[in-house]
T-cell receptor
Framework: QKEVEQNSGPLSVPEGAIASLNCTYS??????FFWYRQYSGKSPELIMS??SNGDKEDGRFTAQLNKASQYVSLLIRDSQPSDSATYLC???????????WGAGTKLIIKP | GAGVSQSPSNKVTEKGKDVELRCDPI?????LYWYRQSLGQGLEFLIY????????KSGLPSDRFSAERTGGSVSTLTIQRTQQEDSAVYLC?????????????FGSGTRLTVV
């Protein structure tokens, strides 16, 4: 059974600080890794994708992938109250049609 | 279209009635997925389409649930004889390819309430 695990939170971070969200996965064959943001009452929105080991930066967001340790993380710099949401980690292996989803981490940015 | 379109956005139905939920994916996206999300819960996979065929229906909760996709585009999820436990947000997502996953784009969902 392929699994993706996330701490459910809530993770509370002061405004302006760095929020660090973590995700581990069980399938060593996994090739594609995604972070989605879901605001309350809204649908998930893709914010980052990463396919190779290392860091990938996009504005205030950095995704980090370590395939040897089977974890992927998302860093949010200069956290804003508007970053308060549930962050979903999703993983799949090459040629597999389906993403395996974590349950999500609820992030709260306190002004 | 520019995004994944779902209709209706909200549906209230009486227990025992049938409902149809529609999804219009992004043009050119061959893969289409249906998920269900109950309040405060994670995403529950229902069914996957590649083109018009559904290689994986394993997530459909019961035989009251069915789905089809026509012309490699629009998909309809039908729930027969609705029950209160069917109340949830039904999300549709599409993807450019299912072989190498580029990630999904979700529609805004249909909130189904069975009373």
């Amino acid at each position: 059974q392929k699994e993706v695990e996330q701490n459910s939170g809530p993770l509370s971070v002061p405004e302006g600080a760095i929020a660090s969200l973590n995700c581990t996965y069980s399938d060593r064959g996994s090739q594609s890794f995604f972070w989605y943001r879901q605001y309350s009452g809204k649908s998930p929105e893709l914010i980052m994708s990463i396919y190779s080991n290392g860091d990938k930066e996009d504005g205030r967001f950095t995704a980090q992938l370590n395939k040897a340790s089977q974890y992927v993380s998302l860093l949010i710099r200069d956290s804003q109250p508007s970053d308060s949401a549930t962050y979903l980690c999703a993983v799949n292996e090459y040629s597999n049609y389906q993403l395996i989803w974590g349950a999500g981490t609820k992030l709260i940015i306190k002004p | 279209g520019a995004g994944v379109s779902q209709s209706p956005s909200n549906k209230v139905t009486e227990k025992g009635k049938d409902v149809e939920l529609r999804c219009d994916p992004i043009s050119g996206h061959t893969a289409l997925y249906w998920y269900r999300q109950s309040l405060g819960q994670g995403l529950e996979f229902l069914i996957y389409f590649q083109g018009n065929s559904a290689p994986d229906k394993s997530g459909l909760p019961s035989d009251r649930f069915s789905a089809e996709r026509t012309g490699g585009s629009v998909s309809t999820l039908t729930i027969q004889r609705t029950q209160q436990e069917d109340s949830a947000v039904y999300l549709c997502a599409s993807s450019l390819s299912s072989v190498f996953n580029y990630g999904y784009t979700f529609g805004s969902g249909t909130r189904l309430t069975v009373v």
